[in-house]
């Protein structure tokens, strides 16, 4: 017996036009909670109703917001040699996950970080080519909790060139100081649509925006750093049980804050956040490797779409614990799902246990996965010469291709060549250790380490970097 379905269920344009309509409606008649007397008077600046910390938003208001969100930007590089990279729609970005408690050593041990294991997981970032943003995969435990934000944003700018999260106050001033510019000049080159770094919020469902995430967006904003608005509500747990509910309330939760950045900054830009989740019933804990999971994403893009707007995603996350063969099923699911569905920026790499964990040779296996996603969604072109007709002609009936010129011409850039996965057979496989993918992609790790080389640093602007971050932190 057979049955016959469609094998994937988009939104349809009736289905988006409902979900805007029932945001439109919770956020006309319920309203927002914004923790910050600086957000309320900014709303109520610009005649909004305001009862306290709850903010009520007309159909209007939604929709001027979205005429002047910047929908396109181009990230800046700190070297020469390293390209600036272009987020608009039909692009996306692959980069380090962020803010994981735990690390999770090769040998499967869990513990907390330590600023050389946060060190680490940036070295090994910026040595992957395919990883082209790094960011705080996890948090060094051996910090004062006061200043370890502005500890890794100085490490960050230090150990690395590749672009990254930038939070407000002391990172904002660090980033100015690593690339040699102003405040007023940071905003200047935004209105022209250029960016040095990511920001972002995490509204805390259901429907309340938290004093921190308010006032970092207001700054961020106001120098024109492009925001990822990323709620994460938890169906069955922070949202509705069924999947649309969840959705509703996800959009709710992005059209809110989005509106108050277009009043501090109208043009900056801002990615839809696509980042919600489920839960695991018997325990309540929100997952994120399940196929429900990856339903919303997958709705979620298609919501962003919709409003012509950039979107944030994720990828390489699992609920295993481990790097095993769930962790590679669930991470790979979602790389294919996240690139095929148009998320711009992807940021995930590392994780391990439902964000609870990061590793660095999840790291290095989620290269190797990003790196198959991108052959994959590589198109195919027809040309005379990779056709190969006139050489099918020759060849002919029972002959082979291997000693031919084109096959010695084409097989490096047509076949993608795994630097972890291992293609070897069984023999040489027992007589080289018996070792599997994990292991592989520690002794990656520790290739990656050793040939490190920290990335060039004009000396004035170091010494610079180095003063104020000693000043600060002293200070502090």
Known sequence: MSTSYDRLHPLSARDLNKIHCATVDILENVGVAFDSQKAVDIFKEHGFKVDGKKVYFTERAIENALETVGREYTLISRNPNQKNIVMKQGTYLIGLGRSAPFIIDHDGQ????????????????????????????????????????????????KYTDKPGIMRP????????????ITREEMKRQADKGYAYAFGGLNPTSPL????????????????????????????????????????????????????????????????????SSVAEMKTLAAIYGSPEVRLIEYA?????????????????????????????????????????????YLPGCGHLGSFLGGSLEKIVLDAELAEYAARFFTPLEFTEDNMAVDLIKKVGIQGQFMTEPHTLKHFRSEFYNPAVFSRMTYEKWAERGSKDALSRAHEKVVDLLDSYERPEMDKDIEKDLDNYFNKNYNDK
């Open 110 to 157: 869990r513990r907390s970080p330590t600023t050389e294991d946060f060190l680490n997981v940036i070295k090994v970032g910026h040595s992957l080519d395919v990883i082209q943003t790094c960011g705080p995969l996890i948090y060094p435990t051996d910090v004062p909790f006061e200043t370890v934000d502005m500890y890794m944003c100085y490490l960050t700018l």
């Open 300 to 344: 979620s893009a298609q919501i962003a779409q919709f409003y012509g707007l950039l979107s944030r995603g994720d990828v390489g996350l699992t609920d295993s614990i481990t790097s095993d063969f769930q962790a590679g099923a669930e991470s790979m699911f979602q790389f294919l799902n996240t690139i095929r569905s148009g998320i711009n």
């Open 208 to 275: 309340v925006v938290g004093e921190s995430q308010c006032d970092s967006l207001i700054e961020q904003a106001g120098v024109g750093i492009p925001l990822s608005v990323s709620p994460m509500p938890v169906a069955a747990s922070t949202a509705p049980c069924t999947l649309p509910g969840t959705l509703v309330l996800q959009n709710c939760e992005v059209m809110a804050p989005l509106v108050l950045s277009q009043l501090v900054n109208p043009g900056v830009p801002v990615e839809y956040g696509t980042i």
């Open 169 to 180: 106050g002391y990172g904002i001033d660090m980033l100015c100081i690593a690339f040699g």
